[in-house]
């Protein structure tokens, strides 16, 4: 497929355009630079090695992935300087991220029990060496992460622990990230992660440790979060591709572009109202919110039950059988997990095609 036209690709499929990524990433990059912040960039959207490597060769401090077996693959691939964000506990994990760290010693992982950190502890232990941990606060979505009543002795504990590090906190507010009004989404994640700085600085005070790791921040707030002072790196991740939701809110500084597309064929038109399409719910995972459609005008993509391999396409000037449709799907991370690679054009050639190499890796 390499020399081909996008337009000639089999679909559906996923396209990057590499100059539209590269610019994504170098303008989060620059934003967060100018504000003295570190980018610690979740690769829980793209999952793919390359735009790890493009992300720390653009200067980010390293990368946040949610999952163990996402971050064994990365740690295989010598991407370092992970942070694991949600809690690992089952005896499998538990296995998983001693790999990890045998790979990869710096990588800091999250915890928010007693209960977890005894765990954590023991590994250490078992390795030998010292775990680098963040202590994970619930940001109000009531998911992972130790109530700020609790995150402060549980800080402690880690300080206290022979086989522990503390590194710092995390605070992530995902439910703040869609919140379509600039202004009322900075209001409450300024409020909440002023919260987070004070909750911070007692530790700091307590331990006597210094320069402690607030980490957090997405795509919808990073811009409000670098402005608040105890934050020290931000964990945005739909950036570099983009996505409908995320072009649907307010924003004031991002300057964003919808690097990545899907491709759908016309496989069926005998009707007057409506196409059919061969990308369904197996290939965009469905939202609330519908794909926008940016290579023909006046056309949408229905989210009207049609099928698991078909979509419905409406609006005027239907497209004949065999034409190509490119959209912006609406939520990219669950989008990508349904697909293996991405093909990657300039000036719509396709110049590489990258393995979304963590697609699946669900524990």
């Not at 396409?313 to 990219?332: N, Q, R, T, W």
Request: glycine letters at 6%; hydrophobic letters at 40%.
């Amino acid at each position: 497929m390499i020399g081909k036209h996008k337009l000639e690709l089999d679909t559906p499929c996923l396209v990057i355009d590499k100059n539209k990524l590269i610019n994504n990433i170098n303008t989060m990059q620059k934003f967060a630079s100018a504000k003295s912040k570190h980018v610690r960039p979740h690769a829980k959207t793209h999952k793919c090695v390359e735009i790890c490597q493009l992300q720390l060769d653009a200067g980010s401090i390293g990368i946040s992935i949610t999952k163990p077996s996402e971050a064994y693959e990365l740690a295989k691939a010598h991407i370092r300087h992970l942070l694991i964000t949600s809690p690992i506990v089952t005896k499998q994990k538990l296995a998983t991220l001693a790999k990890i760290i045998k790979l990869a010693p710096e990588t800091m992982i999250v915890v928010d029990s007693e209960a977890n950190l005894t765990q954590l502890n023991q590994l250490g232990r078992e390795l030998n060496l010292h775990i680098n941990l963040l202590v994970d606060i619930d940001a109000g979505i009531g998911r992972t992460g130790a109530s700020f009543e609790t995150a402060f002795a549980l800080a402690l504990s880690v300080h206290e622990h022979a086989s522990t590090t503390l590194k710092g906190i995390q605070c992530y507010a995902g439910h703040f990230q869609h919140i379509l009004d600039n202004e009322e989404r900075k209001q409450a994640s300024a409020a909440l992660l002023n919260k987070a700085g004070k909750l911070k600085q007692d530790i700091e005070n307590a331990t006597g440790l210094v320069n402690l790791i607030q980490s957090g921040s997405g795509t919808g707030t990073y811009e409000i979060d670098s402005d608040i002072a105890s934050v020290t790196e931000i964990q945005p991740g739909s950036y570099t591709v983009m996505d409908k939701e995320y072009f649907d809110i307010e924003y004031s500084a991002g300057h964003f572009q919808p690097a990545m597309t899907l491709l759908t064929s016309v496989i069926s038109a005998n009707h007057t109202t409506h196409v059919t399409v061969d990308a369904g719910t197996k290939a965009i995972y469905k939202e609330a919110t519908h794909p926008q459609i940016i290579s023909h005008a006046s056309l949408n993509y229905e989210w009207h039950y049609f099928g698991d391999e078909h979509g419905k396409v409406s609006g005027e000037h239907l497209p004949a059988v065999g034409e190509v449709i490119e959209m912006i799907v609406p939520h990219c991370d669950p989008t990508i997990n349904l697909h293996d690679k991405f093909y990657v054009v300039e000036n719509d050639i396709v110049i590489d095609i990258w393995d979304i190499a963590l697609r699946g890796k669900l524990a």
